[in-house]
């Protein structure tokens, strides 16, 4: 692909479209989500055993349908506002969530223990080459990626935001769309780089016996659309737990990569409120967040849940 690309999903900062992404829930829906919570309540289940069918709940499919094409289709991002978090407790809460995001696509496996609904938290701990900590465990800030961009992306990527940081924590959006359209322009010798392999770190995200790395490039096209498994970390910590160094063109590509994608004025930013719902298309789009402060109190902590959603194949952590 070696032409510029023009999408409802090639925007940058500026760009506006009607709501700037946001999906409200309207009273309708809200109703239909209380009432939810009331039969969840009285009925202990797991999250993961619950599905759309069993509750009447069209509002809401009506609302969820909207999202799927505002990601799918338009601009490749949705801003749901808001599930009632002040009325419920968090695990009820998730619960709602997890019936939304099943409205949407299939919730699969996050990591090979098959862990479905994923508590993004601060752990104290720190992402190194090879030891299998991920970002989404810190305070630390991170670059634009897309998940699980070493093994097999999800096609949607949701984040439910139980408690916001104290300070920081700010969510950021941006195009690939975008960025290749500039690399095109800008870097044109890089991009054919770009399609070929890299080695990433598997953040032992696999079976015990299976290898540490993969090798697959950071750019695919299907011949109309642009595919990303970008997370210039994990390229890095790759070519560190293999003690190799990254090839000069491989190097140069990637760094022009980053560079493109911090712009400023490229990417949307985004200040996630209690309850709000950022769901954005994995293969399309890069998203990150900025490093945070916590609260002191531990009831008070930022607390994000995360699902993934595939369009296809099976929930398993590798499909």
Known sequence: MERPLASPMTWAAETMFENDGLIELDGDCIAELEAAAAIIEANPLPAEALTPRDFEMPACQAAMARVHEQIYHSVGFAIIDRLPVDRLNNETATKLYWLLMSMISRPVAQKWDGTMLYDIVDTGQKALAGNGVRSSKTNGGQGYHTDNAFNLPPDFVALFCLQTAKEGGISGLVSFETVYNLLLNEYPDV?????????????????????????????????????????????????????????????????????????????????????QIQIVNNKQLGHRRTAYQDWSEPERRRHLVRIWLREAGRPFYLG
Do not use: C, W
């Open 191 to 275: 991009l054919p780089r770009l399609y070929e392999p890299f080695f990433f770190d598997r953040q032992l995200e696999h079976a015990p016996d299976d290898e540490r790395l993969s090798f697959k490039p950071v750019f695919e096209s299907d011949g109309k659309r642009l595919f990303a498994n970008f997370s210039p970390r994990l390229v890095a910590q790759g070519y560190d737990v293999r003690d190799e160094e990254m090839d000069a063109k491989g190097r140069e590509a990637i760094e022009a990569l980053v560079e493109v994608s911090e712009r400023t004025g490229l990417g949307k930013i985004f200040g996630f409120q209690r309850g």
